[in-house]
């Protein structure tokens, strides 16, 4: 099953995960996003680097290297399909904290995201990463814009390869993760 959906996340964070130097990302929604906040409303999408709001400061020291201009401003260009192997609602800080060392951000962006709109909580999804055989290149179009997490495609026609980890490796953080989420 192909899908029709696209996350949108940080250049530097779907890098990380397409190169599988991540398979975590800690999620809160975006301004746009309804009261509820962002909900993993997709088991598999792509993955849809943005470069708003991309903020040196709240990457780790090892991802900073990372960080670029748009290099095709005015497209999308989609490097990944994910899949949600788990998610966790973390509705403490210092569980949330923990999962520092398993993604990118610094510990201060994670406890933001927690605090945003004064609702305290965050999602945590591991996904199995497929990078694309060749990247799949969209025009980006007045739908795609704004601060949303869940961006609906036309039809994409891409070919995803392996998964980036190995399935051992993921099974492995997932019960790490499952151990700092679960105290």
Avoid at 3 to 28: F, N, V
Avoid at 105 to 125: K, N, Q, S
Wanted: glycine share 4%.
């Amino acid at each position: 099953m192909t899908p029709s959906t696209a996350l949108k996340e940080w250049d530097t964070q779907c890098q990380a995960l397409t190169s599988g130097t991540s398979a975590l990302l800690i999620r809160k929604g975006g301004i746009m996003e309804t009261h509820a906040g962002f909900e993993v409303e997709h088991r598999a999408f792509y993955l849809y680097p943005t470069f708003l709001h991309q903020n040196p400061a709240e990457l780790r020291p090892e991802f900073a290297a990372l960080l670029r201009d748009d290099p095709q401003p005015g497209r999308i260009v989609l490097p990944a399909l994910a899949e949600v192997v788990a998610v966790h609602k973390v509705e403490s800080l210092e569980r949330a904290l923990a999962l520092e060392p398993h993604q990118a951000l610094t510990a201060g962006a994670i406890e933001r995201r927690f605090h945003y709109r004064g609702r305290p909580w965050v999602h945590a999804l591991l996904l199995r990463v497929r990078p694309l055989a060749r990247p799949a290149v969209l025009e980006e179009t007045p739908e795609m814009l704004g601060c949303v997490s869940w961006v609906p495609l036309a039809e994409v026609t891409a070919e995803a390869q392996a998964p980036v980890l190995p399935e051992a490796r993921l099974e492995q953080l997932r019960e790490e993760i499952e151990r700092a989420v679960n105290g």
